[in-house]
């Protein structure tokens, strides 16, 4: 592994010198929340799923664009008390004034910002485009609005943009009865279902890796066993 985090850019895989922005954001477990998110659904065929997705997005879209609308603050609640908390834990700390833009934040360490470039030495509010502790610092010592510095992505009128819109119901068709002869009915394969109730798992993370074994029922290479295989069986 260190040989091939040498042989890569340091970009590549490190936080601290990624060049993009993270929004505050590191994760890669949003197909697990997704998944989460319609377990009850996602065991439908595949036309009722969609439908089902649709109804949950409608009704969420609705619920968070009533929810902004109570709203009174400039930036959204979250992050709201979260340049509270930045505001308050950065109070005894001494700001020295560099020139107009650029002060220096005495703290532990100390760290260099440029409140006009939206910068400082320590990287977070480059990579998360929300001002970090040394920034509000800065910030309250030029005596500038600190609502002024944060990303509109951060605003409660953003958020309201976002779920301004939404998504239409769609009426049931009803179709006629359709009676099929015998000769256009494509029955489904035979096969022998294993005892028990059949198991639901969550989808695994694309680093999880598992043994692969010979299923003594379907005869094939795969990450299951007898008891688990739900491959169909011609008789």
Known sequence: MRDFLLDLDVKHWAHAHFPGHRYSELSSNLAECFNRWIKDERCLPVTQ???AIRMKLMEQMSRRKEE???WKTTVC?????RLTGLFQFSRTWVVRKSSADVYDVRGNPSNTVNICQRRCTCREWQLNC????HAVCAIRKSGCDL???VEP?????SLREAYSKS???????????FVADSDDVILLPLQRRPTGRPRTERVSPMWKTTRKRLCSRCGTVARHNKRTCKE????
């Open 77 to 81: 609640p979250t992050w709201d008390k």
């Open 147 to 149: 609502n002024d510095f």
């Open 49 to 51: 799923l969609v439908d």
């Open 68 to 70: 902004s609308l109570r």
């Open 167 to 177: 998504i239409e119901p769609i009426p049931t068709v009803y179709k006629p009865d």
């Open 130 to 133: 929300f001002p970090c502790v």
């Open 153 to 157: 992505c951060y605003l409660v009128y």
């Open 232 to 235: 169909p069986l011609l008789s």
